[in-house]
């Protein structure tokens, strides 16, 4: 038989019929194998995780909160503000790096075992399919057969569980967002409440169903950015889902009776096709579509098992070990990556060390100098800053060091509580006769709870008399 020609596989996407320009729907086969059972454990974890996470609470706060809309994140316990951005950013730069490096060392590792998409797709969503339209085949029967019963029950059932996870989903995605207690509040109480709240949900339940039930390989083709990426992070050394086409060519169908001289160890079978959620041929090479889910793994193990060969046709491994036999080497590429990292991460780790539980900054209010004051002294204008970064609330005390001047502020005794921010104006008298140049360099001290916390230097303007 005459081997099929697919070196143009790059000039085509998979789930596309080129004939009538529509998407060609993907019905892979569900096959069991050790990386189908490790991933079903690894993704309990994380469901579990996921679910539970809004729920978890650090000295009765939120473990975790992502509260855009205030501008509060809360992450592993620790509370961020507004005036955090810098950390927030800085933060989110090391783990765009530190992805960079891991993609280049693992390729989409992430993908196949992490991603939400993946983790719901083909563990929650497709499973629910599989259960109760059948296997691929009779998917695909029921799509092209006739309106029935039977398909009107199937498709009803489907898609009502498909909406209902939807809906788990997107409460659990809303918590994470407002926080528990705001989501029991626009669950248990009357919705011409909450309506904003409620409408919420209804979008994105919306969302997470049509990315599930429509959307599907689509978002992991088209619409991820991670994975439109992979063509810039991807080399020869990366350890990706590889098939080793040394081992493997010249493929050829098994026939009794004949001699396997010549031949690769892939019997062109097409399992691996059958299996894979983004309907590619990985024999063609490491391409953008595939989302490292180890589903053609399994399947040519159980091919290589059954014609008893050795396990691994298709296995974690990069192009360089498949064609010169090497180990993993870490190449310049990946060096550089992990020192800008480990520079990123640490700048980061340090400005979180150093970050303080009061935030105080003292500006000279815009558009004032000094005023003379009726009894000789000279005053100068300020606006005082304070942001609480901490759960519980503080006493804060403000006081003068390097210029013998009063401070004069609305309340000595300043309450501020946990995770609030407060301006206030401040104003500092000087005697004339202490006033010795035009610009005198003091400090603001800014104490909580009696523990100094800030430190600003600023200067005070007056006149110099002789
Ligand atoms: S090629 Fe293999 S690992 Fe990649 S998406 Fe398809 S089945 Fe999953
Ligand atoms: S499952 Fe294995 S043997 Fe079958 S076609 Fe794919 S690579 Fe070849």
């Given at each position: 038989?005459?081997?099929?020609?697919?070196?143009?596989?790059?000039?085509?996407?998979?789930?596309?019929?080129?004939?009538?320009?529509?998407?060609?729907?993907?019905?892979?086969?569900?096959?069991?194998?050790?990386?189908?059972?490790?991933?079903?454990?690894?993704?309990?974890?994380?469901?579990?995780?996921?679910?539970?996470?809004?729920?978890?609470?650090?000295?009765?706060?939120?473990?975790?909160?992502?509260?855009?809309?205030?501008?509060?994140?809360?992450?592993?316990?620790?509370?961020?503000f507004p005036q955090d951005f810098y950390l927030l950013a800085l933060g989110l730069l090391s783990f765009i790096v530190f992805i960079m490096l891991f993609?280049?060392?693992?390729?989409?590792?992430?993908?196949?075992?992490?991603?939400?998409?993946?983790?719901?797709?083909?563990?929650?969503?497709?499973?629910?399919?599989?259960?109760?339209?059948?296997?691929?085949?009779?998917?695909?029967?029921?799509?092209?057969?006739?309106?029935?019963?039977?398909?009107?029950?199937?498709?009803?059932?489907?898609?009502?569980?498909?909406?209902?996870?939807?809906?788990?989903?997107?409460?659990?995605?809303?918590?994470?967002?407002?926080?528990?207690?705001?989501?029991?509040?626009?669950?248990?109480?009357?919705?011409?409440?909450?309506?904003?709240?409620?409408?919420?949900?209804?979008?994105?339940?919306?969302?997470?169903?049509?990315?599930?039930?429509?959307?599907?390989?689509?978002?992991?083709?088209?619409?991820?950015?991670?994975?439109?990426?992979?063509?810039?992070?991807?080399?020869?050394?990366?350890?990706?889902?590889?098939?080793?086409?040394?081992?493997?060519?010249?493929?050829?169908?098994?026939?009794?009776?004949?001699?396997?001289?010549?031949?690769?160890?892939?019997?062109?079978?097409?399992?691996?096709?059958?299996?894979?959620?983004?309907?590619?041929?990985?024999?063609?090479?490491?391409?953008?579509?595939?989302?490292?889910?180890?589903?053609?793994?399994?399947?040519?193990?159980?091919?290589?098992?059954?014609?008893?060969?050795?396990?691994?046709?298709?296995?974690?491994?990069?192009?360089?070990?498949?064609?010169?036999k090497k180990t993993f080497s870490y190449t310049n590429r990946m060096k550089a990556y992990t020192v800008f990292f480990v520079l990123l991460f640490g700048?980061?780790?340090?400005?979180?060390?150093?970050?303080?539980?009061?935030?105080?900054?003292?500006?000279?209010?815009?558009?004032?100098?000094?005023?003379?004051?009726?009894?000789?002294?000279?005053?100068?204008?300020?606006?005082?800053?304070?942001?609480?970064?901490?759960?519980?609330?503080?006493?804060?005390?403000?006081?003068?060091?390097?210029?013998?001047?009063?401070?004069?502020?609305?309340?000595?005794?300043?309450?501020?509580?946990?995770?609030?921010?407060?301006?206030?104006?401040?104003?500092?008298?000087?005697?004339?006769?202490?006033?010795?140049?035009?610009?005198?360099?003091?400090?603001?001290?800014?104490?909580?709870?009696?523990?100094?916390?800030?430190?600003?230097?600023?200067?005070?303007?007056?006149?110099?008399?002789?």
């Amino acid at each position: 038989m005459a081997k099929k020609d697919t070196s143009d596989f790059r000039e085509h996407l998979s789930n596309l019929n080129e004939r009538t320009g529509k998407r060609t729907w993907i019905y892979p086969k569900i096959i069991s194998g050790r990386f189908y059972r490790y991933r079903s454990w690894f993704s309990a974890f994380l469901l579990a995780l996921l679910f539970v996470g809004p729920w978890l609470r650090w000295k009765g706060h939120p473990l975790f909160l992502f509260d855009v809309l205030e501008r509060k994140f809360i992450i592993a316990g620790l509370p961020f503000f507004p005036q955090d951005f810098y950390l927030l950013a800085l933060g989110l730069l090391s783990f765009i790096v530190f992805i960079m490096l891991f993609t280049s060392i693992f390729g989409r590792l992430w993908c196949g075992w992490v991603c939400p998409q993946t983790v719901f797709m083909e563990m929650v969503f497709r499973r629910i399919e599989n259960w109760i339209e059948g296997n691929a085949a009779a998917q695909k029967k029921l799509d092209e057969g006739p309106l029935n019963a039977e398909k009107v029950w199937k498709k009803t059932a489907k898609h009502t569980l498909f909406w209902l996870i939807s809906f788990l989903i997107a409460n659990t995605f809303l918590a994470y967002i407002i926080g528990s207690d705001a989501l029991m509040k626009i669950i248990t109480e009357p919705v011409s409440q909450h309506r904003a709240g409620f409408v919420s949900i209804l979008i994105f339940t919306s969302v997470f169903y049509l990315v599930f039930a429509k959307l599907r390989e689509l978002v992991c083709i088209i619409i991820c950015p991670y994975g439109r990426l992979q063509g810039v992070l991807l080399d020869q050394n990366s350890v990706v889902v590889a098939y080793d086409h040394q081992r493997g060519e010249p493929r050829g169908r098994l026939v009794k009776g004949q001699t396997e001289s010549g031949k690769g160890d892939c019997v062109d079978c097409g399992l691996c096709v059958e299996v894979c959620p983004t309907g590619i041929d990985i024999r063609n090479g490491t391409q953008l579509e595939c989302v490292a889910c180890t589903a053609c793994m399994d399947a040519c193990d159980s091919v290589m098992e059954k014609i008893h060969k050795p396990l691994g046709l298709i296995r974690y491994a990069s192009e360089q070990q498949i064609v010169s036999k090497k180990t993993f080497s870490y190449t310049n590429r990946m060096k550089a990556y992990t020192v800008f990292f480990v520079l990123l991460f640490g700048v980061f780790s340090t400005l979180l060390a150093l970050r303080k539980d009061l935030q105080a900054s003292v500006l000279r209010t815009p558009g004032t100098t000094f005023v003379r004051e009726q009894d000789g002294k000279v005053a100068n204008f300020f606006l005082l800053k304070l942001t609480n970064k901490t759960f519980h609330d503080m006493n804060v005390r403000v006081a003068l060091e390097g210029i013998p001047a009063s401070i004069q502020m609305l309340d000595d005794h300043i309450r501020i509580k946990g995770g609030e921010h407060q301006s206030m104006p401040v104003i500092v008298h000087l005697k004339q006769a202490d006033i010795k140049e035009n610009t005198t360099p003091f400090q603001v001290v800014v104490y909580a709870d009696n523990k100094e916390m800030n430190r600003v230097k600023l200067f005070f303007n007056g006149p110099v008399f002789d």
